[in-house]
């Protein structure tokens, strides 16, 4: 099993959304989050002042799968986020040890 953890712009995350749910997968966890990469923020311009957004604003999208899952879940992620700009986003793919269902006590692919 593979956790992912994908940071995208807000207004691309239906479109993720929709594109993981057509390749079976049930269940995601979606956090509001701020952040920077390369484009360091920009300059605003409010009532005549000019300031810093540092911080941009970021969803983060948390998912574990199956290892037969993991590429096609990257693909769905990467054709329904990508805009071709700075600032789509980044995916983080991580080994994950265990899962259990607190509810059932099912562990593994079965709690997932």
């Known amino acids: ?10 207004f691309k995350l239906d479109e993720v959304k929709e594109a993981l ?5 049930q269940g995601i966890t979606i956090t509001e989050a ?18 810093v957004v ?6 983060k999208i948390d998912l574990i799968v199956d290892d037969d899952l ?7 992620i990467l054709g329904s986020a990508q805009t071709g700009r700075i600032g789509d986003g980044k995916i983080f793919i991580s080994p994950i040890e265990e899962v259990i269902r607190i509810r059932t006590g099912e ?6």
């Open 107 to 112: 562990r593994g692919i079965d709690a997932i």
């Open 54 to 59: 540092d911080f941009l604003p970021k969803v």
């Open 21 to 25: 749910h057509e390749i079976g997968i």
């Open 34 to 51: 701020k952040g920077f990469g390369r484009q360091k923020g920009h300059t605003e311009l409010y009532r005549g002042a000019e300031y």
């Open 1 to 10: 099993m593979k956790k992912l953890e994908v940071i995208i712009k807000p």
């Open 70 to 76: 993991v590429d096609a879940a990257v693909e769905a």
